[in-house]
């Protein structure tokens, strides 16, 4: 299983970026794919996921009317794009695969190694 994320890098605040995950190893239909942050110092927190199974998506407070998480079945690709960045924002983003849905009991099955978001004030 290998979940791959790309995209991040510095964006000013005020501007877009858009990150996305690859996927290999699962059947993509089966799995929730769900965008995770971490701050320096910070707890990791769910940003979005959108579940593969049946199409239901779920936003963090923060990250919604904001952020927009889609998926390409066919590519095996999830992605986030980010708009109206605030430095806030920035973070490591992972992407990770779970599944039991976007809200499981534990942590997500599988994650990848992380992409990191620069917002500049």
């Known amino acids: 299983v290998q979940l791959v994320e790309s995209g991040g890098g510095l964006a000013q605040a005020g501007g877009s970026l858009r990150l996305s995950c690859a996927t290999s190893g699962f059947i993509f239909g089966d799995y929730a794919i769900g965008w995770f942050r971490q701050a320096p110092g910070g707890e990791r927190k769910g940003v979005a996921c959108?579940?593969?199974?049946?199409?239901?998506?779920a936003y963090a407070v923060s990250a919604k009317g904001r952020f927009t998480i889609s998926r390409d079945s066919a590519k095996r690709m999830v992605y986030l794009q980010m708009d109206s960045l605030k430095p806030e924002d920035t973070a490591v983003y992972h992407c990770?695969?779970?599944?039991?849905?976007?809200?499981?009991?534990?942590?997500?099955?599988?994650w990848g190694q992380g992409t990191q978001v620069t917002v500049s004030s």
């Open positions: 959108i579940n593969n199974y049946d199409g239901t998506i």
């Open positions: 990770a695969a779970d599944s039991a849905g976007c809200f499981p009991r534990g942590t997500y099955d599988y």
